[in-house]
């Protein structure tokens, strides 16, 4: 037999109860609640998806799954009216749109699908939320409230952050995320790291860097999502994910606003750090919804190594 409601009841902490006890603010909670039900229609829709090529490009020029862009109108249509969202703005949209009448609280950040083109593989793949209490052309460290990102992988997990701590976790088999991991705290120093980029295109200082990480025995972990990628950061409790200054594109792949600083807000509530090689993720202002920056985010030591190594090409 397993274990009985009434145990069930009193030893589980859902996310709702979780949010409630945090303190956090109802509407956020609300949002957050109503983000992580979407969860629930991308899986469902990964789950079915047909993983054709879309046919159409983002303003990046890259191919969008069908994935990509059900995803996407799911979340906005689920925050459109909502109540909570006056603005909506996502990876798949070349603009911020309005979708409240302007007075709602706050504003949202997606990258409805990241890790998009590992869905034919069946690796894990992800969706990132950024929450902006103003606007978002600031930097994140005074715009931002909360972010969280759901891992759709053998089991779908969610990690948020209301600014009191990272927390994880797990859907159910009823279909409840359940609290499995609460307060996270990364250690000072890990010992995984991964690497973005084609190592002929890092610059030199990056090199150098990678190969001492090397040297000291780092293990390589890269899949190409950066949920999973970072998510495993995170669970390690330390370590560094990388997605460089290349030489061609001296601002990387990744995207700060849907991407870079939610992921920043969350790692830094769990004693981490995210930077571009020299600033603070979270102190970058964002200036266009597609800006791109160069990323180390992870264990304060292996973030803090990558500084140095940097600042000596100066
Ligand atoms: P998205 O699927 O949202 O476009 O993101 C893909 C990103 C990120 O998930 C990952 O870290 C990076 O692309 C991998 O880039 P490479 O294929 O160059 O390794
Ligand atoms: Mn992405
Ligand atoms: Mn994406």
């Known amino acids: 037999m397993g274990e009985n409601i009434s145990d069930y009841s009193q030893n589980i902490v859902d996310l709702r109860r979780h949010m409630w006890m945090d303190g956090v603010e109802v509407e956020l909670r609300r949002l957050i609640w109503q983000i992580a039900v979407v969860g ?6 990964i789950h079915e998806s047909n993983r054709k090529l879309a046919g159409f490009k983002n303003i990046y020029g890259e191919e ?7 995803s996407d109108d ?3 249509s689920k925050l459109h009216h909502s109540g909570f969202v006056s603005h909506y703005a996502s990876e798949e949209l070349d603009d911020i749109v309005a979708i409240g009448n302007g007075k709602e609280k706050y504003i949202v950040t997606a990258d409805p699908l990241d890790g998009s083109s590992l869905v034919d593989t069946n690796l894990a793949i992800g969706t990132i939320i950024g929450i902006h209490k103003n606007s978002i052309f600031d930097c994140g460290r005074n715009s931002m409230v909360a972010a969280l990102y759901i891992t759709y992988g053998p089991l779908i997990t969610m990690i948020y952050s209301a600014g009191k701590g990272a927390h994880e976790f797990v859907l159910d088999r009823e279909g409840e995320y359940v609290l499995s991991e609460e307060n996270i705290r990364l250690k000072e120093k890990g010992s995984i790291f991964s690497p973005g ?7 030199d200082a990056h090199l150098k860097f990678i190969d001492k990480l090397e040297s ?3 293990k390589l972990r ?3 999502g950066f949920v999973p990628d970072i998510n495993q950061v995170i669970i390690k409790r330390g370590g560094l994910f990388t997605y460089p200054a290349l030489k061609k594109s001296p601002q990387g792949k990744l995207r700060l606003l849907f991407e870079l600083q939610p992921m920043a807000f969350i790692v830094e509530q769990a004693g981490g750090r995210a930077t571009d090689g020299k600033e603070d993720i979270l102190s970058l202002k964002v200036a266009s919804v597609n800006q791109r920056a160069p990323i180390y985010i992870g264990s304060a030591a292996e973030v803090a190594m990558a500084g140095e190594f ?5």
């Open 222 to 224: 890269y899949s190409g």
């Open 310 to 314: 940097l600042s000596q090409s100066l």
């Open 64 to 70: 969008q799954l069908a994935l990509d862009r059900v």
């Open 216 to 218: 000291d025995g780092y």
């Open 197 to 203: 980029g084609l190592r002929r295109d890092w610059t």
């Open 40 to 45: 629930k229609y991308i899986s469902a829709k």
């Open 74 to 76: 799911i979340l906005k």
